[in-house]
């Protein structure tokens, strides 16, 4: 199967005062609904030589509740963790087949997936997740899992870690359908890796970084 893996280039200083600038409207409409869980430092807190709290989401909406651009940008610079926060504000969630939508939610639930919409019944759709994965399914009975060329790419911390968590639930390798689970490979293109495939033919691919002598 052709290789789909696609390296991911995060920009450059997405921490400075230009870049949070673009990206203040949507982060104050993401973060509003959090604000009341946290105390607000002052201006004074946050202006250069007072005290911050390292939280990035505290920095953040302090920032933007700040009287003015102008003492926003005088504001320390953002603790470690606000680019992340700011880059998580955009994702992009794969859309897959299912030829039984209950067959495929008892399969990712062994692997600690969670259903994150509405019951299968209302829509004939599903949605799942484990931690900051999403992945959705619509209802495809004639799918054919033996000849559908539906992927995705998932990027974890350690793609070792989670293949060990897997391969002990037990994932047996099924000829009628090819599902199985492949283990992990390092890959020339630097991931390290290893492939999934459902019941429904959906090839799961996860990789981690290939880790270098001083990791």
């Keep these: 199967m052709a290789d789909r893996a696609a390296a991911i280039h995060?920009?450059?200083?997405?921490?400075s005062p230009r870049r949070i600038g673009a990206h203040l409207s949507f982060a104050k409409l993401a973060l509003f609904r959090s604000q009341s869980a946290f105390t607000?430092?002052?201006?004074?807190?946050i202006a250069p030589g007072g005290a911050v709290d390292p939280s990035p989401?505290?920095?953040?909406?302090?920032?933007?509740?700040?009287?003015s651009r102008r003492t926003r940008w005088k504001?320390?610079?953002p603790p470690t963790g606000v680019a992340t926060l700011l880059r998580v504000a955009e994702s992009a969630v794969p859309i897959l087949p299912s030829r039984n939508l209950d067959?495929?939610?008892?399969f990712y639930s062994r692997l600690g997936f969670q259903l994150q919409g509405a019951p299968i019944e209302k829509y004939r759709y599903l949605i799942i997740g484990r931690g900051s994965i999403e992945l959705h399914f619509w209802d495809a009975p004639?799918?054919?899992?033996?000849?559908?060329?539906?992927?995705?790419?998932?990027?974890?911390?350690?793609a070792d870690a989670l293949h060990r968590e897997w391969k002990e639930v037990g994932i047996q390798s099924d000829p009628a359908t090819g599902s199985r689970l492949m283990p992990p490979v390092d890959t020339d293109y630097g991931m390290r890796e290893f492939a999934l495939v459902d019941q429904s033919g959906n090839l799961v691919r996860v990789g981690s970084p290939l880790r270098t002598a001083a990791d």
């Design 10 to 15: 995060h920009p450059a200083d997405l921490a």
């Design 40 to 45: 607000l430092p002052s201006e004074r807190s």
């Design 57 to 67: 989401v505290r920095w953040l909406i302090a920032a933007l509740h700040l009287p």
């Design 75 to 77: 504001a320390l610079v």
């Design 103 to 106: 067959e495929t939610f008892e």
């Design 142 to 158: 004639d799918v054919d899992p033996l000849t559908t060329d539906a992927s995705c790419y998932i990027r974890v911390e350690d």
